[in-house]
């Protein structure tokens, strides 16, 4: 149980262009999803973190401007990549604390996406 | 604020030996979380074991252990009988509590560990 679904698994898109990517809870309600990016070989930095209908809380650092992050519902929540450039270019994981299931320790994570921009 | 540090980017073990990875962090808290995650290469996140601070004994799940030393603030994972599916990356992670502190996890800089047969 407690699965986070997260897509697309890959995407190539074009410099200047928009990309979202979805992150479904599928048996539970996510009142609350992490958004972390990850460069090949190293760790996984937190980006932001979104609450099911408020605005999501950002990491300092990260462009709120450019990555858009909306938790319209208990079952969703999304990264868009406005206006993408190569140096956009990552690893995007998204990841939901367990807490609902009363095992407030744990926290699920999607499968990632690999996003592109050329 | 939080930290985790790895202080071994590599590590490599020989099938069916035992492996010690190494974690420290540091945090003005006295109850937190301590976590292990491994990262294949399919790059899915799956926790490996985790470790209550108030709780003094060592966790354990089947072929891995901790070693919780909460006064020197180091927190390592050791994998015995190591098998070639154990390759992947490590990452040490730590959460405070309770939730009002946010939740998130503060993740290490991750260990590579590759297993040769």
């Known amino acids: 149980g407690a699965v986070v679904s997260q897509h697309p698994s890959w995407v190539i898109c074009k410099s200047g262009t928009s990309v979202k990517i979805e992150c479904r809870s599928l048996d539970f309600q996510a009142t609350t999803m992490f958004w972390y990016r990850q460069f090949p070989k190293q760790s996984l930095m937190l980006m932001a973190t979104?609450?099911?209908?408020?605005?999501?809380?950002?990491e300092q650092g990260v462009e709120k401007d450019k990555f858009l992050i909306n938790h319209a519902s208990l079952t969703l929540s999304t990264l868009t990549v406005t206006s993408a450039h190569p140096e956009d270019s990552s690893f995007y994981i998204c990841s939901a604390p367990k807490e609902r299931f009363g095992d407030q320790e744990g926290y699920t994570f999607g499968s990632g996406t690999r996003l592109t921009v050329v | 604020a939080q930290t985790v540090t790895q202080s071994q980017p590599e590590m490599s073990v020989q099938e069916a030996e035992t492996v010690t990875l190494s974690c420290t962090y540091d945090?003005?808290?006295?109850?937190?979380?301590l976590f292990w995650y491994k990262q294949p290469p399919s790059r899915q996140m799956i926790l490996v074991i985790r470790q209550e601070a108030y709780k003094q004994q060592n966790a354990t799940e089947n072929r891995f252990s901790v070693n919780f030393q909460k006064a020197a603030k180091s927190f390592s994972l050791k994998i015995s009988d190591s098998q070639l599916g154990d390759a992947a990356m490590y990452f040490c992670a730590y959460r405070s509590t309770p939730w009002n502190q946010g939740g998130k996890l503060i993740f290490g800089q991750g260990t590579e560990l590759s297993v040769k047969p």
């Open positions: 979104s609450n099911e209908g408020s605005k999501a809380t950002y």
């Open positions: 945090t003005s808290e006295s109850d937190y979380y």
